[in-house]
């Protein structure tokens, strides 16, 4: 399952019916699982951990070292789980010694030309569309998409469920479950198409716009507005997760409806 044209290190340690096609380079100490195919001219150094079934295509490099000037030549890995996919040209690099690795989760989509920075932990089931590229440390939680060609500065976090629109800069956090758009990047409601397709109940749909409206529509201060939301909104795991998401953002979030 290996092409006599591809450069195999012997030291790297490949699953059962991993396919390697033509061209494709993989280096020492890097781990691949069972069923995985490397399509040609894919790329893997020293570092990384791919899980099972996942697919690589044409142009991939995976694992090379961060571009960060911090960086002094310690030892860390990219980490991706199963059934992942990573289309054309993606690049994701190793970590520094500030998370020590770069995480991608389970059935994940990296679309062509993807970049993902040093220290970058991202969850499963996360779409990022053609062009998107995440800064160091950026967090993004599961199920997020992100449309083609966002960028994102460093130490930002997307919440889970998320939905974040083309062509948008990410300078500010993003809470779970909305859609954002715009320039600056704004609230555009929540991502109720979405919650519906993995399960969340009419009910639960209703209490996130509950929420979301008293602090994004209502355009209080956002102190003002979690306090509203806490004496107005019942205790449940969906209203904890918000509050603490926001509480949390020493970068701020993105702006409400004006």
């Known amino acids: 399952m290996i092409s006599p ?24 100490d890097v781990v691949i699982g069972a069923g995985t ?15 099972e079934n996942c697919e690589i295509y044409p ?34 690099h190793r970590g520094t010694k500030d998370m020590w690795k770069t995480t991608v989760g389970n059935d994940c989509l990296l679309m062509t030309y993807v970049h993902v920075a040093h220290d970058c932990q ?17 967090v993004v939680g ?14 930002i976090h997307v919440g889970a469920h998320s939905f974040i629109a083309g062509g948008s800069l990410i300078r500010k956090n993003v809470p779970p479950y909305v859609k954002c758009a715009r320039e600056p990047l704004t609230y555009a409601g929540i991502n109720s198409v979405g919650l519906r397709r993995r399960g969340y109940t009419d009910e639960q749909v209703r ?10 529509v209502q355009n209080s201060h956002v102190t003002k507005s979690l306090d509203i939301v806490k004496e107005t909104i019942p205790d449940s795991p969906i209203r904890r997760e918000i509050l603490s998401f926001i509480e949390a953002s020493d970068k701020g979030v993105i702006k409400g409806l004006i």
Do not use: W
């Open 5 to 28: 044209l591809a450069q195999v290190s012997p030291s790297a340690k490949l699953g059962e019916g991993v396919v390697v096609e033509a061209f494709s380079t993989i280096y020492d």
């Open 37 to 51: 195919k490397i399509h040609p001219n894919v790329t893997i150094y020293p570092g990384a951990r791919i899980g």
């Open 59 to 92: 142009g991939a490099v995976i694992a090379v070292i961060p571009q960060d000037l911090k960086f002094d030549g310690e030892y860390t890995t990219v980490e991706i789980g199963d059934r992942t996919v990573i289309r054309e040209c993606v690049t994701i």
């Open 122 to 138: 991202i969850g499963n089931n996360v779409i990022m569309a053609s062009y998107s590229g995440l800064s160091g440390h950026c």
């Open 142 to 155: 599961d199920y997020a998409i992100l449309e083609g060609r966002c960028g994102s500065q460093q130490f």
């Open 207 to 216: 209490e996130i716009e509950d929420i979301y409206r008293i602090i994004f």
